[in-house]
């Protein structure tokens, strides 16, 4: 019994030491060196490999809070795989965001969220890529492209979509993550509701949770299945853009817009690599975006009857004199002012996007506190909402 209670004790006493070990070499790995270009703000990078990983995801924003309450508004920590600078004091952040490219940051994300999403998204790529991507995507929402199509074909197919919700109970938040993906899909690729929506709306679920998460290859893993549902997708996607050359026929969506962008000889035309990665990337960040902000919309209206009742009152002033089949016109939309002020709102009282993330050319500063490239993260934080850059 005595020796059997003294090789627990070893034990216990070997795992004590071996974590210290770790949590200590972690420390030593990416924590202040006596030089001042290698030091960094204080707080604690957890365990290799994983990091304060689990606490993030598990805590959710309360992480960011806690933190600051014991370190202050400047922090270093690892999340998602990547050792992480947090910053949370809102001067900082916007002198920061306006040093852009020349003050060595560039877009870029954690390991997970580059893997899954792809190398050519948005998000991720930074030079003359970056301004080729990003004049494909603002192409696809330029005012004449509004008034003449996006605006009309929303209006049309939210009236189909909602007429299915009359006279019975529905789950806002379901319904609403239904709405926001058939949407996207409708303007993106002209797919409607049917098996392919279904099929890639079981994809996109799974795509979604791998970029919030470790990047462990390994089968069981929520980065595997992220990974091998960006898989099924990409093949999906690589079918329907073979199908349309071959049709030949023309398509009124974006797809149809992204394959034929540079034919004038206006802008660098996209490779089916970079289309696919855009689209991704579109339906990525439109899915959870607008089905959580359209139902925490319905959730504060609901709270407050008086402004339900005045955007009721703008809406019905704006169908006066139209039929009940004709749709809204841009001017209708410019002139919805009481709806932009809930729309503002619900963006201010539940934010959805909480980071915007950047990489580093070359070591930053900080309030006299230099962030070696070695940090991958730098997380920039406003009050309660969170403002993440992506540092290397």
Known sequence: MALLLLVLVGVVVGVVVASSLLLRWNEVRYGNGRRKEGRLPPGTMGWPL?????????????????????YGRLFRTHILGCPTVVCMDPELNRRMLLQGE??????????????????????????????????????????AMLRTSLLP??????????????????????????????????????????PLSDALKTELCTLVLGTISLPINLPGTSYYQGFQARKKLVSMLEQMIAERRCSGEVHDDMLDALLRSGNDGTREKLTDEQIID????????????????????????????????????????????KSPEEAISYEDFKSMAFTRAVIFETLRLATVVNGLLRKTTKDVEMNGVCHSKRVENLCLHE???????HVS
């Open 153 to 194: 074909k929303i209006d049309a197919f939210m009236r189909d979509h909602l007429s299915g919700w009359a006279g019975s109970v529905v789950d806002v938040q379901a319904k609403t993550k239904e709405m926001a993906l058939l949407s996207a899909l409708r303007q993106i690729a002209g797919i409607t509701a049917g």
């Open 278 to 321: 855009l689209l991704i990337a579109l339906i990525y960040s439109g899915y959870e975006t607008m089905s959580t902000t359209s139902m925490m919309a319905v959730k504060y209206l609901s709270d407050h009857p008086q402004a339900l009742e005045e955007l009721r009152r703008e809406h019905l002033d704006i169908r006066k004199g």
């Open 102 to 143: 020349a003050g060595g940051l560039v877009p870029g994300y954690p390991q997970s969220m580059l893997d899954i999403l792809g190398r050519n998204n948005i998000a991720a790529v930074h030079g003359p890529l970056h301004r080729v991507m990003r004049g494909a995507m603002l192409g696809l929402v330029r005012p």
């Open 383 to 389: 009050g309660d909402k969170l403002r993440s850059i």
């Open 50 to 70: 994983f990091g304060e990983t689990t606490e993030f995801l598990k805590q959710g924003p309360s992480f960011m809070k806690q933190r600051r309450l014991r």
